[in-house]
């Protein structure tokens, strides 16, 4: 029999965290580690290089990584804001009751300095895009906030609702990074990185799950929405976002077989070589649905880290993706 929490209610959720010096924990309070979600910028300018003349390629990566520095940011001032909210319950939790504001080591205070000086930064780093695009890139960057304040407020509180939400932060990514980039998004990428972003967050509910199962507490005991969820429910939804997640891209390679194919190694017919970029993929996603499903992680990111074989499937992809394009794009066929 699981028992909502594993601490009493009237402890001290603060008395057994180890003390860590204030900058360190205002770096753990911003969570440079989850900037990595920032790298969805990336993916419109990186498939759009095969359209552009290779003397505008470095003008674009350039204005494409500082668009990710503004998303970086703007994602850690929206992480404190939600830490700031959700102190209370994250005292009770086993894990969340260490981060800097639950266990007191950043006061309320010092963290809403922290959110003005994160925005501000990347209100700097705006000013660096270049004027025509920056407008677009302004909107996104808003919108994106917006949308995670309207997470943390009302619809993280309501089941499907608050995974489309987290799953819109991805697309706004995507749509930062090719405004500020002044490239047109396909539907094709925004599908695929809607489904995408949906897994990860399915799987990231159902881990939750297996963790708080493991440890003897249940979920919704630290985030209620767990509580109008079933292990059946995530099981479902995680294969067919997976599944639309495979489709999907499978569909976009596919659809482009007259942009990435090229004769090589000898072959008399040109094959689209991004073909390959689908094993990596579909075993990043099957072995993230593995993962999850024996509650080893229950964060995707902290899976991406962590998990070597991850490591090794995704920089294959890279790998794979970022070679088909070069070839393609320097061929000139």
């Given at each position: ?66 668009a990710a520095g503004i998303f ?161 429910l995530l099981r479902m939804a ?96």
């Amino acid at each position: 029999m699981t028992t909502h929490l594993t601490n009493s209610a009237n402890s001290d959720p603060t008395q057994d965290v180890p003390p860590r010096p204030f900058l360190l924990s205002v770096i753990k309070l911003a969570r440079p580690q989850q900037w990595v979600k920032s790298g969805f910028v990336l993916l419109g300018p990186l498939y759009g290089l095969r359209e552009l003349a290779r003397d505008q390629w470095g003008h674009i990566l350039t204005q494409g990584l500082i668009a990710a520095g503004i998303f970086a940011l703007a994602s850690s001032a929206c992480y404190v804001f939600n830490d700031l909210r959700d102190a209370p319950q994250d005292r009770a939790h086993p894990r969340k009751r260490h981060r800097p504001i639950a266990s007191g080591a950043v006061p309320a205070g010092a963290a809403w300095v922290i959110i003005v000086a994160l925005l501000a930064g990347a209100a700097a780093l705006l000013m660096l895009v270049d004027p025509a695009p920056r407008a677009g890139l302004a909107l996104m960057v808003g919108l994106y906030v917006g949308n995670v304040i309207a997470y943390s407020t009302v619809l993280k509180h309501i089941a499907m609702a608050d995974v489309v939400s987290l799953a819109l932060g991805f697309v706004f990514r995507v749509l930062g990074g090719c405004a500020a980039t002044g490239i047109s998004p396909s539907t094709w990428l925004l599908n695929v990185t809607l489904f995408l972003a949906m897994f990860l967050a399915f799987g990231k509910r159902l881990g939750e799950r297996r963790t708080a199962e493991s440890r003897g507490f249940e979920a919704s005991a630290v985030r209620g929405v767990q509580a109008k969820y079933t292990d059946h429910l995530l099981r479902m939804a995680v294969v067919v976002t997976a599944v639309a997640t495979l489709v999907t891209y499978a569909g976009y390679i596919q659809s482009r077989d007259s942009e990435f194919s090229v004769a090589l190694l000898g072959m008399p017919e040109k094959f689209n070589w991004l073909w390959l970029t689908i094993l990596p993929a579909t075993f990043a996603l099957l072995r993230s649905v593995a993962l999850v499903e024996v509650g080893r992680y229950d964060d995707p990111t902290e899976m991406m880290m962590k998990d070597k074989a991850m490591w090794l499937a995704v920089g294959a992809f890279i790998a794979v993706s970022a070679a088909v394009i070069y070839i393609k794009v320097t061929s000139g066929v």
